[in-house]
């Protein structure tokens, strides 16, 4: 839904800028598959659809970013009930050590809080102010915060961003979160945020 493509496409660019060695895939970029077959990739940033998802019974995602959940495509899934249940098998099979990003802001990503914390993954609860949650991503001052496990990384003033809006801050906290989980540094971080356009 909303901001799916511009919260992938910063996590695939922090990631590559950090020197992690990443692709694209999904909805954008490469198929999934066609990545897998002809590359050597450590990791795999995927924009997923609810179409998609809804047929994954066994994938596994590292890290899983749900956004939002809005009455979208009923025609096909039939109610949004059904439709919030495909969206929450991004966390169906994580495990601990994993991460799941949840933006609270949201009331239907936010039903999906208890789904993400049964795995035992770990949950950054995603929003404009902070939960207090042990992991959140939060603006505090103007400034973009990502807390994971109780250490707090201040980032960049929302001033700095290229990406202007509000939902636009929450996309670039979520994929800040999603970058730190997997090691790229706070100076990693702050730059991919500050150059990139979507």
Known sequence: SNGKTTTTSLIYKIMRDAGLNAALGGNIGESFAYSVATGDYDWYVLELSSFQLDGMFRFRAHIGVLMNITPDHLAWHGTLDAYAAAKRKIFANQEPGDLAVVCVEDAGARAALSAARSTGAAVCELSHDDS??????????????????????????????????????????AAAAAALWVGASDEDVRAALVSFAA
Do not use: K, W
């Open 132 to 173: 207090g949650a042990a992991s959140a991503a939060f603006c505090d001052e103007g400034v973009l915060v990502v807390r994971l496990n109780g250490v707090e990384h201040r980032l960049v003033p929302t001033a700095e961003l290229r990406i202007r809006g509000a939902h636009n801050e929450l996309n670039a906290l």
